[in-house]
């Protein structure tokens, strides 16, 4: 079974500052990652997805993510950050066995403050 | 093209009672999957459906059960509700074949409240 953990709850944060949100994973197969974005009262949104090659992956609204083997980690980040991103952020994982069922992990708040 | 859709946005039920939530997938999708999200933490998987039938299954227990209908939409019945299914309930629909990491694309999801 896979598991994923976010290493932080809530991220505060200016305008304009750059931002990097923690991702960690555990899994015994390869795995498949994701982040997804929540805004209030809305559905999750995929913001990008690791499936092979290139490890640095580019998504939408200026955010990327590196997929790192030996640490077993899928951190998110984004060098200058807008009010607009204020949301909550959760990384999941699928096992490549197993098709689309995704485990997610906790979550992160994303404050954006002016 | 049109999303995913869910009904209804809330619900307030008691302890004890049944309740049936919808989904509608997006167009030409034949996978839907369903998932829990509880106040404060991550959405967890329930159960996929792929061309009406079950295609994986998460730790819930039997009272949650669904169905997948030929135009590609879903139901999720929760039976006997206790106070813990309080939650936003999520569908996903994405396209492909069983076991392929097609998009999955994500409702707006209905608000569960049981007193």
């Known amino acids: 079974a896979q598991s994923v953990t976010q290493l932080d709850s809530q991220v505060p944060v200016f305008e304009e500052a750059p931002v990097e949100l923690r991702c960690n994973y555990s899994?015994?197969?390869?795995?498949?990652l994701f982040w997804y974005v929540q805004y209030p009262n809305q559905g999750l949104q995929l913001l990008l997805k690791y499936l092979s090659g290139s490890t640095l992956v580019k998504g939408i609204n200026g955010f990327e993510a590196e997929f790192n083997k030996s640490q077993t980690s899928f951190h998110l980040r984004k060098p200058s950050v807008h009010i607009s991103d204020t949301a909550e952020y959760f990384c999941?994982?699928?096992?490549?066995?197993?098709?689309?069922?995704?485990?997610f992990g906790e979550g992160t708040q994303l404050t954006v403050n002016p | 093209e049109t999303g995913v859709t869910q009904s209804p946005t809330h619900l307030i039920k008691t302890r004890g009672q049944q309740v049936t939530l919808r989904c509608s997938s997006q167009?030409?999708?034949?996978?839907v999957s369903w998932y829990q999200q509880a106040l404060g933490q991550g959405p967890q998987f329930i159960f996929q459906?792929?061309?009406?039938?079950?295609?994986g299954r998460g730790n819930f227990p039997p009272r949650f059960s669904g169905l997948q209908f030929p135009n590609y939409s879903s139901e999720l019945n929760v039976n006997a509700l206790e106070l813990d299914d309080s939650a936003l309930y999520l569908c996903a629909s994405s396209s492909g074949t069983s076991g392929s990491q097609e998009t999955q694309y994500f409702g707006p999801g209905t608000r569960l409240l049981v007193l």
């Open positions: 167009s030409g999708h034949n996978t």
């Open positions: 999941a994982v699928s096992e490549v066995t197993s098709g689309s069922r995704l485990t």
């Open positions: 899994s015994s197969v390869s795995v498949y």
């Open positions: 459906y792929y061309r009406e039938e079950e295609n």
